[in-house]
């Protein structure tokens, strides 16, 4: 990987920003940066201002615009539609899958993920992010 | 438990992250049940609290903190359920959510110790696994089998019954089990007046068979009232908590044998003694910060609460790792009431801290003081049949100790005559019975004494101690009961053992007032009022009078 990658987190738990950190502070993805959103509005607010995000990690459940939200808003704004999202979800909620993608998710990303899994969506998402 | 998990180092970041969720979500349930049983609505927190309990169980899962993932997603479903069939929402089904948010905050709060209560995580998850799948049986049977055996299982085997019914069924046998002693005494008449006829045997006999046939009933709806203490255990996490806060101290509160089970009416009455204890602990027991440090503690400090069942009962503890009871203090109070403190060994003095007016700590504190002291925690046990003993190391901690019935209703007693008057003894607390011959009691120091199994056993003579019947006289006892409680032994001298009988005990009448030796009463078949002593109690070092009134 050479090009320097940069990531945005929307999550309202500090405890997955820091997991992201981990996950990319080390292996392949060393060196990558990360932006760390709390809410999906800031979240929102970032994404306009990023247009070389390499994606985002957007969590469904938050406080003040959640993943739907944010996704709809995208899309209605039309803002930086080639930057891939991954929609965060938990294991049991298909429905929350299905919903995603018709928002506009490219991803999913399913709790508990490991570092591999993050490292196997990424590699997914700049595959298609060129194929499109 | 995360040592394999990816995100292992962030251990404490989880703990900080989720306990004030879980802790959120309890307050919120708590909430709820307060509004439902308000008959009011709880839409404007239900997304919210669904939130905090989603978050856990994500996080949970992520660490690899696989039963808090579990309780968590358990609760969401309970929860769920609860909210969209208001006929589910019955006193036991919000106990079981309630413990649920509890537990998950026990799971999480120590998560990084690694210690799981896994025997109380799986009873409640069978409890919730089970009420689910018995509301959610017909919509089950349509789908897949395995939620079909799921289902299955949990219908099959489980009802839900009205606590009360179940103290009515407990009623109607003890009324059996009276109606039953007075046939007894019918057919003990009738050989007394008649000798032994072919009736009299035939009618012996069917009693016999009455009476084998009550126990088991009497046994079988034991059973169904039997609860574990989980339920009220899961409430202390936050009691610590809070109590800790307001004194500016840390307390963690370990629990163990959580799954031990008690008739329930005991496990509800033990609810009060509990909280005074534990509550007692953190803002007593447990030394100041600074203290604790200068000791070369940790500045945490551990209350244990456990649970184990004995063959009569369940023992629980209570103990912390603080700085121990005071026993000069405590000696220098009790003269201070005008109590005689003849020893200085810890022993004699520790149990002070049960008389009235002792243990109120003069800077009353908001939280432990209530005016309530130890002896109203101590007579509470009493009345339940129980006791309640104090271990105490300086500066080390302090450990209360209490023995418990597994029910209130029924006790097996041994029923014995002294002056013409009858008691009975609870049978857990007898050792055996002897027979006295002449000369066989002593005197050491102005108190009887006979020799039993080699040891020197310190009896009383049973009139004397329950304050009946002329004392004195020809006072010669034929039997000596020997009773025991906690470490204690002693001889109860009395004239005539009338055999073993299981009673249905009432409480005492306030009316008596507060009687030292006496625990309850029970009607007997004969319809006269019989007193149950009390063991404890009458093992307890002896109060001069009687020591004296045998010699």
Not at chain 2, 156 to 164: G, N, P, S
Not at chain 2, 542 to 547: E, Y
């Amino acid at each position: 990987m050479s090009a320097p990658l940069t990531f945005l987190v929307v999550d309202d738990s500090k405890l997955h920003h820091q997991m992201y950190e981990l996950v990319f502070s080390r292996g392949s993805l060393t060196g990558s940066t990360v932006l760390h959103a709390y809410n999906g509005r800031e979240g929102y607010t970032m994404l306009q201002a990023h247009p070389e995000l390499t994606a985002v990690f957007l969590d469904l459940n938050m406080p003040e615009m959640n993943g739907l939200e944010f996704l709809a808003r995208r899309r209605a704004d039309g803002m930086q539609l080639h930057v891939p999202v991954v929609m965060v979800t938990t294991e049991d909620s298909p429905d929350d899958e299905r919903r995603g993608r018709e928002a506009g998710a490219w991803e999913y990303l399913r709790k508990p993920f490991q570092p591999a899994d993050i490292e196997r969506t990424i590699d997914r998402v700049r595959q298609s992010a060129v194929s499109r | 438990m995360t040592g394999d998990n990816a995100f292992a180092e962030l251990i404490h970041e989880y703990v900080g992250e989720c306990l004030p969720l879980a802790e959120q979500a309890a307050d919120g349930f708590l909430d709820v049940e307060r509004r439902w049983n308000g008959g009011l609505q709880v839409d404007d927190v239900a997304p919210r609290l669904k939130g905090l309990v989603h978050t856990v169980k994500g996080n949970s899962a992520m660490m690899g903190q696989s039963a808090a993932a579990e309780v968590a997603h358990a609760i969401e479903d309970l929860f769920a359920t609860l909210l969209s069939d208001a006929s589910q929402r019955e006193p036991a089904t919000l106990d079981l959510l309630l413990d649920g948010a509890n537990l998950l905050i026990e799971l999480v709060r120590n998560a990084a110790s690694g210690k799981t209560d896994s025997a109380r995580v799986a009873s409640w998850a069978g409890a919730v696994r089970a009420l689910l799948a018995g509301q959610s049986a017909p919509a089950a049977m349509a789908t897949g089998t395995s939620s079909r055996r799921a289902a299955a299982e949990g219908a099959i085997d489980t009802v839900r019954v009205d606590f009360r019914r179940l103290d009515a069924l407990q009623e109607i046998v003890g009324e059996a089990i009276i109606a039953q002693s007075r046939l007894r005494d019918i057919q003990r008449r009738m050989v007394a007046h008649l000798g032994f006829t072919e009736e009299t045997a035939e009618l012996d006999a069917s009693i016999n068979a009455v009476e084998k046939t009550t126990q088991k009933l009497e046994d079988a709806v034991m059973a169904t009232r039997l609860v574990p203490l989980s339920g009220v255990f899961g409430r202390f996490a936050r009691l610590v908590r809070d109590a800790a806060q307001s004194t500016g101290k840390q307390v963690r509160l370990d629990t163990v044998g959580g799954d031990t089970r008690l008739d329930k009416a005991i496990v509800d009455r033990l609810g009060e003694p509990l909280v005074h204890l534990i509550t007692n602990a953190v803002v007593h027991g447990v030394e100041r910060e600074d203290v604790r440090r200068s000791r070369g503690k940790s500045v945490e400090a551990v209350i244990r609460l456990s649970a184990a069942s004995v063959s009569d009962g369940v023992i629980l503890t209570i103990s912390d790792d603080g700085g121990g009871l005071d026993a000069d203090r405590i000696a220098e109070r009790a003269r201070a009431l005008g109590l005689e403190v003849n020893s200085s060994a810890t022993d004699a003095i520790y149990p002070l801290i049960f008389v009235p007016g002792l243990s109120t700590v003069e800077a009353v504190s908001s939280l432990a003081g209530r005016g309530v002291g130890l002896d109203v925690v101590a007579s509470s046990l009493h009345a339940m049949g129980g006791s309640i003993t104090v271990e105490s190391a300086p500066g080390r901690g302090t450990r209360f100790i209490l023995r418990v019935p597994v029910t209130l209703a029924v006790v097996r007693t041994l029923l014995f005559e002294v002056s013409d008057e009858r008691y009975a003894i609870p049978l857990a607390h007898v050792v055996e019975t002897v027979r006295v011959e002449d000369g066989d009691i002593h005197e050491i120091n102005h108190r009887g004494v006979v020799l039993w199994r080699g040891e020197l056993l310190p009896v009383v003579d049973g009139a004397a101690l329950v304050g009946a019947g002329a004392v004195g006289g020809d006072a010669a006892r034929k039997y000596t009961v020997v009773v025991h409680a906690g470490t204690r032994r002693r001889g109860v001298l009395v004239d005539r053992l009338l055999g073993h009988r299981s009673v249905v005990a009432k409480g005492l009448d306030p009316a008596l007032g507060r009687t030292r030796l006496v625990s309850g009463t029970t009607i007997m078949g004969d319809g006269r009022v019989t007193c149950i002593l009390d063991a404890q109690r009458l093992v307890d070092p002896l109060p001069a009078h009687a020591a004296t009134a045998l010699s």
